[in-house]
């Protein structure tokens, strides 16, 4: 077992600090978005859980208030969407809120901790916007928080330098496939990643040409099986760095278009699923009384540890 490792000094502290503020206070910004509070926990057969790669199991316990049995969150993706409704926001409002949740089947890594901090973000769209411009739109505002807090850590605390392009490069998963076939998905990631120092990789859930998904999604939240104009696969990806230190890439976030209607049943039919139609969230979006949207979690950690330019996420993050 490897030993572990915690953040090391009060300085460390500061500049942790610094730049959670700063970039919450560029996407809040950049993409006009609502500060919200946000649950740790839901109903455990609410359907309101991210059900991630359909294998995980969360931490579960029962109340002894109501004795009803609440499931830890493994993201809000879902949460997000319906909270949107219950705000009643207008297109292009968004709401943005710092969450904890526990994935106590991660395997502790460099990069991974059972602990997962993300700003969650999601904003109202309108049926015109669901088209590959709009999605690399957002991104690129997105990429742009990334940047301009680099820099303003950079001008704070000259000795914390990164070398981030000033664009983000876009490659749909199964170009990625088509350049480096032969290989797997991440080390694919690894390469075009120490290309372009930032990718933001499209389409991710669909099978590819070799049969394959690039990365697992689950059903119901990105819209990862819609063809747009450009023909492939996908409204969805991820934001992906390449981080020195480690000689590796580096996924900072995981975002999409939100599924609408044919885009939810097409994809609980692949995943064999379609038994999720019964809850509230799903009729939701089947019936049309939640609203389109498009939303993601941006790593917090993931991000200190990039701008910091660290070995460890836990040098970073208390978890335990």
Same mark, same amino acid.
Request: hydrophobic share 40%.
């Given at each position: 077992?490897?030993?572990?490792?915690?953040?090391?000094?009060?300085?460390?502290?500061?500049?942790?600090?610094?730049?959670?503020?700063?970039?919450?206070?560029?996407?809040?910004?950049?993409?006009?978005?609502?500060?919200?509070?946000?649950?740790?926990?839901?109903?455990?057969?609410?359907?309101?859980?991210?059900?991630?790669?359909?294998?995980?199991?969360?931490?579960?316990?029962?109340?002894?208030?109501?004795?009803?049995?609440?499931?830890?969150?493994?993201?809000?993706?879902?949460?997000?969407?319906?909270?949107?409704?219950?705000?009643?926001?207008?297109?292009?409002?968004?709401?943005?809120?710092? !969450?904890?949740?526990?994935?106590?089947?991660?395997?502790?890594?460099?990069?991974?901790?059972?602990?997962?901090?993300?700003?969650?973000?999601?904003?109202?769209?309108?049926?015109?916007?669901?088209?590959?411009?709009?999605?690399?739109?957002?991104?690129?505002?997105?990429?742009?928080?990334?940047?301009?807090?680099?820099?303003?850590?950079?001008?704070?605390?000259?000795?914390?330098?990164?070398?981030?392009?000033?664009?983000?490069?876009?490659?749909?998963?199964?170009?990625?496939?088509?350049?480096?076939?032969?290989?797997?998905?991440?080390?694919?990631?690894?390469?075009?990643?120490?290309?372009?120092?930032?990718?933001?990789?499209?389409?991710?859930?669909?099978?590819?040409?070799?049969?394959?998904?690039?990365?697992?999604?689950?059903?119901?939240?990105?819209?990862?099986?819609?063809?747009?104009?450009?023909?492939?696969?996908?409204?969805?990806?991820?934001?992906?760095?390449?981080?020195?230190?480690?000689?590796?890439?580096?996924?900072?976030?995981? !975002?999409?278009?939100?599924?609408?209607?044919?885009?939810? !049943?097409?994809?609980?039919?692949?995943?064999?699923?379609?038994?999720?139609?019964?809850?509230?969230?799903?009729?939701?979006?089947?019936?049309?009384?939640?609203?389109?949207?498009?939303?993601?979690?941006?790593?917090?950690?993931?991000?200190? !540890?990039?701008?910091?330019?660290?070995?460890?996420?836990?040098?970073?993050?208390?978890?335990?």
């Amino acid at each position: 077992m490897k030993p572990h490792v915690s953040i090391s000094d009060i300085a460390t502290e500061e500049k942790l600090y610094f730049i959670k503020h700063h970039f919450l206070a560029a996407l809040k910004d950049n993409l006009q978005l609502h500060p919200v509070f946000a649950p740790l926990f839901v109903p455990q057969h609410s359907g309101l859980n991210d059900d991630l790669n359909g294998i995980e199991v969360p931490v579960t316990f029962k109340s002894g208030y109501n004795e009803k049995a609440y499931a830890i969150v493994h993201s809000l993706a879902k949460w997000k969407r319906m909270r949107l409704s219950e705000l009643s926001l207008s297109p292009y409002e968004g709401i943005v809120t710092h !969450m904890l949740a526990i994935r106590p089947e991660e395997e502790r890594s460099a990069v991974h901790s059972i602990l997962v901090d993300q700003w969650d973000w999601e904003i109202v769209i309108r049926k015109a916007d669901r088209t590959t411009d709009f999605l690399k739109r957002i991104v690129g505002k997105i990429y742009q928080a990334i940047r301009q807090t680099a820099l303003a850590l950079q001008q704070a605390y000259p000795q914390c330098k990164s070398d981030l392009p000033k664009e983000i490069t876009f490659i749909h998963a199964e170009d990625l496939l088509q350049q480096f076939p032969g290989i797997s998905a991440k080390e694919r990631e690894h390469k075009i990643a120490q290309r372009y120092g930032a990718v933001f990789i499209t389409g991710i859930g669909h099978p590819l040409s070799n049969g394959l998904p690039h990365d697992g999604r689950s059903a119901d939240y990105d819209d990862w099986s819609t063809a747009p104009e450009d023909g492939y696969h996908g409204l969805n990806g991820d934001i992906i760095l390449w981080h020195a230190p480690l000689q590796r890439s580096l996924e900072i976030s995981s !975002m999409g278009i939100r599924v609408d209607a044919q885009a939810l !049943m097409t994809q609980l039919q692949i995943c064999g699923a379609e038994d999720r139609q019964k809850h509230d969230f799903h009729r939701g979006i089947l019936e049309g009384t939640l609203p389109l949207s498009i939303g993601g979690g941006i790593g917090q950690s993931r991000l200190c !540890m990039f701008l910091l330019q660290q070995q460890d996420i836990h040098a970073v993050q208390y978890s335990y």
